[in-house]
């Protein structure tokens, strides 16, 4: 069975730091591609970055690009998103999903993934 077990969220000031992590069980992570998305209150969940299975192929949204990392690590189960300079409008409940791919793409898309984690609050705010 699939799951993801999401860590990493917290109350942050301002400017700093935060690194989420998403471990992966229940399947082989190398055949999956994995997005990050958040959701705020009152607002559509969107996506934030992929990641192509190999970690060749990485996406941003413009809101967080020069700011947010992917990466992973297929040996170790997990994923994360290293996000600094965060601000106030980064401020959302934050999700990794998968979807099986036999390519080396990645989509921001919440149509493109099948399986999701229960999601970790990040709180921005001075």
């Known amino acids: 069975q699939v799951q993801f077990v999401e860590s990493g969220g917290g109350l942050v000031q301002p400017g700093g730091s935060l690194r989420l992590s998403c471990a992966a069980s229940?399947?082989?992570?190398?055949?999956?591609?994995i997005g990050w998305f958040r959701q705020a209150p009152g607002k559509e969940r969107e996506g934030v970055s992929c990641?192509?299975?190999?970690?060749?192929?990485?996406y941003y949204t413009d809101s967080v690009k020069g700011r947010f990392t992917t990466s992973r690590d297929n040996a170790g189960h997990t994923v994360y998103l290293q996000m600094n300079s965060l601000k106030p409008e980064d401020t959302a409940v934050y999700y990794c999903?998968?979807?099986?791919?036999?390519?080396?793409?990645?989509?921001?898309?919440?149509?493109?993934?099948?399986?999701w984690g229960q999601g970790t609050q990040v709180t921005v705010s001075s």
């Open positions: 229940g399947f082989t992570l190398d055949y999956y591609a």
């Open positions: 999903a998968a979807r099986r791919r036999y390519d080396s793409a990645c989509y921001l898309g919440t149509y493109a993934y099948d399986y």
């Open positions: 990641i192509s299975r190999s970690g060749g192929i990485t």
